[in-house]
């Protein structure tokens, strides 16, 4: 039973270059989001999705691209990564209406 | 619009005494609300949760919170540290009956050491 799986754990980035970070859960969730943590801000939302085909904006989606094309995908897509998007960055997952979530363990992003 | 607040940054206890990390909120609604405990370069696992039915809270682990309305708190407890309880702690509050209207707000954290 994996959960909710991250990769890459590390990445380090070039200001104005893309990437994406995979997040899989095999828990058959309808609900996923993407966070990022910043020192002393807690965890903001930046993007989320009730289900297949389904996404919407959460607090910070600036710069920041999602797909949900499968129940078990929800990759996050930098478009033109800048220094500000340094951070780690959670996936969770959760069952339904005011479920617990479920985290991966973070990918840890560098942009210089 | 809710927020919560986690009014200290940083606790430091000694092992095998108590634990207390505070919490506040605010909601117009009748929230939910969670406790998160983040081991280093690890995700969030779920502690505990209160969901409108018995104020006290058990959670995982032996920690456990109390819901007081009056006051708008939500404080995390544990009647004897571990060293093991050396982590972040985040008191989360959720608004809305259906997703797509669900709002989590996460506290900005509480770190805490254990003395041996």
């Known amino acids: 039973n994996a959960g909710v799986t991250q990769t890459p754990k590390f990445q380090v980035l070039k200001t104005g270059q893309s990437m994406t970070l995979q997040c899989a859960q095999d828990?058959?969730?309808?609900?996923m989001s993407w966070y990022r943590q910043d020192p002393g801000m807690g965890l903001r939302l930046i993007h989320y999705?009730?289900?297949?085909?389904?996404?919407d904006q959460g607090e910070v989606p600036n710069g920041y691209n999602v797909s949900r094309s499968t129940t078990e995908d929800f990759p996050l897509r930098l478009l033109s990564a800048a220094p500000s998007q340094t951070s780690v960055y959670f996936c969770?997952?959760?069952?339904?209406?005011?479920?617990?979530?479920?985290f991966g363990n973070g990918t840890r992003l560098t942009v210089t | 619009a809710q927020s919560v607040t986690q009014l200290d940054s940083h606790v430091s206890v000694s092992e095998g005494t108590p634990v207390l990390l505070r919490c506040n909120y605010s909601s117009s609604y009748s929230p939910s609300l969670f406790w998160y405990v983040q081991h280093p370069n690890k995700g969030l696992q779920l502690l505990l949760k209160y969901t409108s039915a018995a104020t006290l809270v058990k959670g995982i682990n032996g920690f456990e919170a109390e819901f007081k309305k009056s006051e708008t708190s939500f404080h995390l407890t544990k009647p004897s540290a571990h060293m093991s309880d050396a982590a972040e702690y985040f008191c989360v509050v959720s608004e809305g009956s259906s997703f797509g209207n669900e709002k989590l707000t996460f506290g900005t954290g509480t770190r805490l050491t254990i003395i041996p």
């Open positions: 999705s009730v289900g297949a085909g389904i996404t």
């Open positions: 969770a997952s959760s069952y339904g209406v005011h479920s617990p979530l479920h």
């Open positions: 828990m058959n969730h309808e609900y």
